[in-house]
Each structure stands twice: as structure tokens, then as C-alpha cells.
């Protein structure tokens, strides 16, 4: 067996494909209708405060809003192939002494601590905000705040899964209070960030209705994702022959999340 | 058995250096693509991929919103 990095990453681009064309189409269907809203309430806005000519409108028009509801899709796919690159050279590192083993419940548990880092927690820090909000003068400070946040949740995953891992020898009382201070840690610095600093003049339901669907869109892509390459490594695992690794998995996944280093 | 006992000797221990090396290779240089995709996607803004101007913000416009990259 060679080095399953290769192997790996084309897992990755297979499930990020599919899973960003799930995330955008889910987001298509049920994102887009409240984008759209958003849109001509900010036109409706900003032509009651700048009258007649001067109004402007939400963009320069280069592309037709039905061109930018392709463009999400397309914009899925690619951040679920780009995505699945990274999540499969991680995979390939954390996991480079046996990666061959527990492929489905590794790839649920790696794909909800990615959610986890760079979606949820990211997204509550910095919620995602409709068409219409959103000041151009701030944009490269928004910017950078919110990759601070993604780069704070992914080292604060590995943080956490390396305090449980060197805790491995100790009690789990000591070790999930261990993990549990540094979770806190890690949101407390995340929280330390400075927030965004633009006005939300958005009607709140919509406000409210547009994040739980951008976060959704999130758990679809995450979802989909895990399912997927989970789905392809166990196959793999099958054409090799590996079925007492597969039945060493299935035993060992009862005893959950605390005996995940153990495996294998 | 954690993960930094020492790794059992099996099968792997027959892979050549070269090939795993170069295997690393080709994924750092793919790590590196899907970064560029990525910061293309969510972050341009006509600044850095001089060449694409807005358009590529504006096509990627609502994948930014809902995805919650910030926008202006």
C-alpha cells in the first residue's frame, strides 16, 4: 500500500463536489428567495434616502440576478472541491498512522469538528448578513476579522483534540474538564475579536431567517460531505480486502468519541 | 495504543521514500490550488486577480453572502 494521500485526496475532491453541489442547491431553493428580498428592500432603501438619479443601485449590474443565482452554485462546488482538498490532506496528517481504519466514523467525527471550526463557530462570531448589508469601507477589516475567527476554530480544534490525546492516560473526568477548558479558551478569544462593525438595517425575521439558513447550508455541505467520504473509504477498504479492520471499526465505534485514539 | 505510541511496522515500511515524498509533493501543491480557489471565491475583490476585475466577486456575490464571507 502506498502512501494514501493520493488516494485520500481524491476522496476529498469526490465528496466536495458533491457536497458543495448539495449546499448550493439546498441554498438555491431555500436562500435565494430571501436574497432576492433583500436586494430590492436595499434598492427600495437606499432610493428613499438618495432621491431620484442619485439612487443607487445594490451593485454595477455586471451580472443578472438569475447569472448570480448560477454563480452560488457554481460558488459551492468550487469551495467544496477546495475544501475537500484541505479536509483530506488534514485527514491524512492527523490520521497517518492508521489510515486505513474506522473510515465511516472517522469521516463523520472529522467532518463535524470541520463544521464545527470553520462554520458554526466562525458563523456565530460573525453572522452571515444579507445582500444590502455590508459597507465597502469596511470590507478588508471584515475580511481579516472573519479569517482570524476560521483560523481561530481550526487551531482551536487541534488544540483540544491534542489536550484530549495527551490526557489519554487519565481519568476522563480529568480529560473532559482538560478539553472543556480550552473549548472555553478558545471561544473566549474568538469573542475577543472586535465585532462587525456595520449596521444591520434589515427587517429581523429575514435577518434571522437568512443566517439559520446560511448556517444550514453549512450542515448540508459538512453533511454531505462526511457522508460521502466516509461512503468511499469504507468501499475502499472493502476492495482491499480489510474486512477485520471494517469489523474492528464497527466494534470499537460503540465505545464513541472517548476511545477515538484508541482505534486502530 | 494512542496515536504517538510508536507506529507498528506493516506494509507501509516497504513504500519508498521517493514516492511518499513525492506524493506530499503533489498534495502540498494541491492544498495550495484550493487555497487560491478558495481566497478567489470568498476574498477577491479585483485587487489581487487583477484580471478578473469585479466579475469574479459579482458571479461568486451570493455564494459569498450565504456562505457569510463578508461582502460590502
Request: charged letters at 10%.
Amino acid at each position: 500500500m502506498s502512501n494514501p494521500v493520493l488516494a485520500l485526496l481524491g476522496r476529498g475532491l469526490a465528496a466536495g463536489g458533491a457536497a458543495g453541489l448539495a449546499a448550493g442547491l439546498f441554498s438555491l431553493l431555500a436562500a435565494e428567495p430571501l436574497m432576492d428580498r433583500a436586494i430590492r428592500d436595499e434598492e427600495a432603501r437606499s432610493a428613499h434616502s438618495h432621491e431620484g438619479a442619485a439612487a443607487v443601485q445594490h451593485h454595477e449590474e455586471l451580472f443578472s440576478r438569475s447569472t448570480q443565482h448560477a454563480g452560488l452554485v457554481v460558488t459551492g462546488i468550487i469551495a467544496g472541491l477546495a475544501l475537500g482538498v484541505l479536509f483530506a490532506i488534514a485527514y491524512a496528517l492527523v490520521h497517518r498512522r492508521t489510515p486505513q481504519a474506522a473510515p465511516w466514523r472517522r469521516a463523520l467525527v472529522f467532518s463535524a469538528a470541520a463544521f464545527l471550526a470553520v462554520s458554526l463557530l466562525p458563523g456565530l462570531r460573525y453572522p452571515a448578513n444579507p445582500p444590502g448589508v455590508g459597507d465597502s469601507g469596511t470590507v478588508s477589516d471584515r475580511q481579516e476579522l472573519w479569517l482570524a475567527s476560521i483560523v481561530i476554530g481550526v487551531l482551536g480544534m487541534l488544540l483540544a483534540w491534542q489536550v484530549s490525546v495527551r490526557l489519554a492516560e487519565r481519568p476522563a473526568p480529568v480529560r473532559h474538564t482538560a478539553v472543556a477548558l480550552t473549548v472555553i479558551a478558545v471561544l473566549g478569544a474568538m469573542f475577543a475579536l472586535p465585532g462587525n462593525p456595520d449596521d444591520v438595517p434589515v427587517d429581523a425575521t429575514l435577518l434571522w431567517n437568512f443566517r439559520v439558513l446560511s448556517l444550514a447550508s453549512h450542515a448540508v455541505l459538512w453533511g454531505v460531505f462526511g457522508a460521502v467520504f466516509g461512503a468511499l473509504g469504507l468501499r475502499a477498504a472493502t476492495v482491499a480486502g480489510a474486512f477485520a479492520t471494517a469489523v474492528g471499526n464497527r466494534s470499537a465505534g460503540r465505545n464513541g468519541w472517548a476511545q477515538h485514539h484508541d482505534v486502530g | 495504543m494512542s496515536l504517538h505510541s510508536a507506529p507498528t511496522t506493516d506494509t507501509t515500511a516497504v513504500t519508498s521514500a521517493a514516492t511518499s515524498t513525492r506524493d506530499w509533493l503533489i498534495a502540498s501543491a494541491a492544498a495550495i490550488v484550493a487555497l487560491i480557489a478558495l481566497y478567489a471565491v470568498f476574498m477577491d475583490h479585483g485587487t489581487v486577480i487583477a484580471a478578473t476585475g469585479n466579475y469574479l466577486h459579482e458571479f461568486a456575490h451570493d455564494g459569498r453572502h450565504l456562505f457569510g464571507a463578508p461582502c460590502h
